[in-house]
């Protein structure tokens, strides 16, 4: 996060702040709750939100209750996606399911959903409100849509891959750019931009994030190493893999997806398959497709106070590593 | 639902209808949807919000749309609560869960509740949308105690029963009342008796809810006999059966409790404990107690138009089979 302003940075940590908030009286849920927010995550999306709805109209309190609202959006689809994944680990820690059950993971997944809408009522701009509830409902579409692809395996369509990252990730980042520059009262064609620059700039990180998932096994993302190939996801870079491969290749990737345990030999194999020059050349275009479109909407924002900082936050999110 | 008024009746399958309007276009969305919302439930929350917003003021189809939402956010509970529970009934036919997986539950109940939201934003009343955000939140929070407790067993206090009873069942009973009661634009004082009254019958009724789960083992309920028994939980009738019993019949319960088979012995032996004398006095109390309430409360609100159909509804809660 060096390419932040510090007053960008010192909001981002009010943001954090807020979230651990939670007055709750009783025992178990204020455990549950600090367990979740003590494992800090990236907060790609509040700092969208932050840097969108930068002006000096707005009283700074409004633009971090906005961001961490929007954080606990994240968080709470996080936790329940863990038990929609079965996932053991979040953020570097064992998950909410792991510690302690799936019944927990979604009793406070609606927990933290709805107080971000007591917050948001509280914030109490219909316009936001409605975005907001809209981008939930989506993401759960997106969600259940993927889910539902995962039995198609190998005639996925590339077209069905990108509505499903847009659902699940554009779509947050896009309502983040988008409310903060709501809550800037900024025009109407702004907000617009602002709105189209998070969701490439989603799609672009989703992109990315399904890169890092193969990465993984040669360095450190603070992830595990093919997950999503083993939940048995088609991602990018696999979707691009089977099209790439022989009729042999492509029967060992698809019969390996979705197994629990790869031997390192395999893993190794579909590394390779992964990495051939034909598919990481179809994978980065794809990628340098979004970036590039996600840069055309800031070059409309030049004259923004983000300016600079949101130019810094896509090429970082293009070539990071975690 | 023959103490009904033509209208009302008629209020509440507009209700059915709005409920199950779901447009997104994916075709598996839409049939999870359409199978939830194929089987009808009792929609007492809905009637409850229907009576309360009885008002020349009001548009019909403002009313029909608050219900709606209030069915809406009742349902997507009941789609977690299934997952949580692992129960493999809903409404007498398969639940979720089981038709599809508890994956699909956790994301369709997120869809739900999400859409649900959208309504209300629409509908465009603050304090309402910020009265049921809480409740949805209260309602979680409830639940997760609920499923702390169930750790507990003998232990549990009485009080902890009724907290919980109030959080999981009588705050949406109290939302429900009240909410419609705002959107009627009733005074702040008779929004509060509508609450109290909603709070007091909601409680009421989830002390039957308790009740039947033990009768249905003698007749037809629309639910499996021993529901909460066999998922471990103490309910009110099992808490005062362990109060009255001696320690052998407090060990005989407490061992067969969580039981996933009972043999049909065991389950009448169960069903003799809840059923003596002392256990039923008390239970049949605090049902009174509670019934008593709720009509205190109405008793302050006669002018209004929903009286006759409210007082029939308290009377109907209590004696009801189903």
């Known amino acids: 996060m060096n390419y932040l302003k510090p007053t960008t940075k010192n909001e981002l940590n009010r943001v954090q702040t807020a979230l651990k908030k939670e007055l709750a009286s009783e025992k178990i849920i204020q455990d549950i709750y600090e367990y979740i927010f003590n494992t800090e995550g990236k907060k790609t999306r509040a700092l969208l939100s932050l840097l969108s709805s930068k002006s000096s109209k707005i009283k700074p309190s409004e633009r971090i209750d906005l961001a961490s609202i929007i954080e606990?959006?994240?968080?709470?689809?996080?936790?329940?996606?863990?038990?929609?994944?079965g996932s053991e680990v979040r953020r570097g820690s064992k998950s909410v399911n792991q510690v302690w059950t799936n019944s927990y993971s979604v009793l406070i997944g609606d927990f933290i959903y709805s107080k971000a809408f007591i917050l948001m009522v509280k914030l109490g701009i219909p316009s936001i409100l409605d975005e907001l509830a809209k981008a939930t409902n989506d993401i759960a579409r997106g969600e259940i849509i993927q889910l539902e692809l995962s039995e198609k395996k190998e005639s996925i369509k590339l077209n069905e891959l990108l509505k499903v990252s847009y659902l699940k990730t554009g779509r947050l980042f896009e309502a983040s750019a988008k409310t903060g520059a709501m809550l800037a009262e900024k025009?109407?064609?702004?907000?617009?931009?602002?709105?189209?620059?998070?969701?490439?700039?989603?799609?672009?990180?989703?992109?990315?994030?399904?890169?890092?998932?193969?990465?993984?096994?040669?360095?450190?993302?603070g992830k595990p190493a093919f997950k999503d190939f083993k939940e048995g996801k088609i991602t990018f870079p696999l979707y691009f893999a089977i099209q790439n491969a022989n009729s042999k290749e492509r029967k060992f990737l698809l019969g390996k997806l979705g197994a629990k345990k790869i031997t390192n030999k395999d893993q190794n194999k579909i590394y390779q398959l992964i990495h051939n020059d034909g598919t990481q050349k179809e994978i980065n275009a794809l990628l340098e497709k979004y970036s590039k479109e996600t840069l055309k909407h800031l070059n409309k924002l030049k004259h923004h106070a983000c300016y600079n900082e949101m130019l810094n936050l896509i090429t970082f999110s293009k070539v990071r590593k975690k």
């Open 72 to 85: 606990l959006l994240h968080t709470a689809t996080l936790v329940h996606d863990d038990v929609v994944d």
């Open 187 to 221: 025009s109407s064609e702004e907000v617009k931009s602002f709105g189209l620059l998070g969701r490439s700039l989603g799609t672009a990180f989703q992109i990315q994030d399904d890169i890092l998932d193969y990465a993984a096994l040669k360095f450190d993302t």
